[in-house]
């Protein structure tokens, strides 16, 4: 739906055949620890970025998770030579890990339903999904999966992903682009002044790094009255600031950014959120409730309702549309 909302043209079947036939796209963890389906092209420099992740090499994480330093290098070596050249589901992977290191108690660890000792092997690009053996995901080595896997340094690909950052969400503070990436506001900081190419801007007293190259089109840039429907967990809301009032005025931010790390589905018009929505298949039919934070004007509600008919044309659905 994320496509969906963005692309001219795409079809049900279209990202599935991307991931799992083409190998254009990759499924693993990624950013903030979190799932994201990443270009194939491109995989070789994010793993580089995630590469710099150290947070799974701390006391407090060890701790936390009950394995020692040297207990986890060697599931993550055990990880690297069971996926190679093989598609496991979890449970297979743990059996391999069985064999190789010897460890029942190793191996066991993999049954955690939230990869937390699986993320560590993806983040040193050991391990990316394959595709399912029905309910059961799988997974396999990236250079088993990836075609052309093409590698970069890691100061080049932190580099390449602030500016990508920055030109996406810019302008941005350093403590959205922490949150964003999942570093310290200091660290941050450090890294978008590495780059020449920065400049600070002031939009409406908020002040915020932006690429000086995009300046000069983003003070030119006029509203266009876009109106969106945007699914639960989109980027747009996951890479703008939570506390600027521009986006989603604060007394609603609770109504999106729900406990346990839940994001709702969002109405977008203008760029700001300005209520919250679901969907749901029932039969022939695609209900959808949109649930506005105040009076939507006219224009707004005709984007909407416009939105929710490509919606339901989209999943192939009779529309079924209730204001909330």
Do not use: M
Request: proline fraction near 5%.
């Amino acid at each position: 739906l994320a496509l969906w909302a963005r692309v001219e043209g795409v079809e049900p079947g279209d990202l599935h055949r991307a991931l799992w036939e083409e190998r254009t796209l990759v499924k693993t963890w990624a950013i903030r620890g979190t799932l994201h389906l990443l270009p194939a092209a491109d995989f070789g420099l994010w793993l580089a970025a995630l590469g710099t992740y150290r947070h799974y090499l701390r006391p407090s994480w060890f701790k936390a998770f009950g394995i020692g330093p040297d207990e986890l290098e060697a599931l993550i070596a055990a990880i690297s030579e069971a996926l190679r050249g093989r598609e496991l589901t979890r449970n297979e992977l743990a059996v391999h890990v069985a064999r190789i290191t010897g460890s029942p108690d190793l191996s066991a660890k993999l049954e955690d339903s939230w990869g937390a000792y699986l993320k560590p092997a993806a983040f040193r690009g050991q391990l990316c999904f394959a595709p399912p053996a029905g309910q059961n995901v799988r997974f396999t080595h990236p250079e088993t999966w990836v075609r052309e896997l093409r590698t970069t340094g890691e100061e080049t690909a932190l580099a390449e992903v602030t500016r990508r950052y920055l030109h996406a969400y810019g302008p941005a503070t350093r403590e959205d682009y922490g949150r964003w990436w999942g570093i310290s506001p200091a660290q941050a900081l450090a890294r978008q002044r590495a780059r020449h190419d920065v400049t600070e801007v002031d939009v409406d007293g908020r002040r915020g790094l932006l690429l000086a190259a995009d300046a000069a089109e983003a003070a030119d840039a006029q509203p266009a009255g876009a109106v969106r429907l945007l699914p639960a967990f989109d980027p747009y809301v996951v890479g703008s600031s939570r506390d600027d009032t521009d986006v989603l005025a604060s007394e609603h931010k609770a109504r999106v950014h729900r406990p346990q790390g839940w994001i709702s589905a969002v109405l977008l018009a203008e760029g700001r959120i300005e209520g919250v929505w679901r969907h749901e298949r029932r039969g022939g039919r695609v209900a959808v409730e949109i649930r506005p934070f105040g009076a939507p004007g006219d224009d707004v509600r005709a984007g909407a309702e416009a939105e929710a008919r490509r919606l339901a044309a989209f999943l192939g659905g009779e529309l079924e549309l209730v204001w909330s």
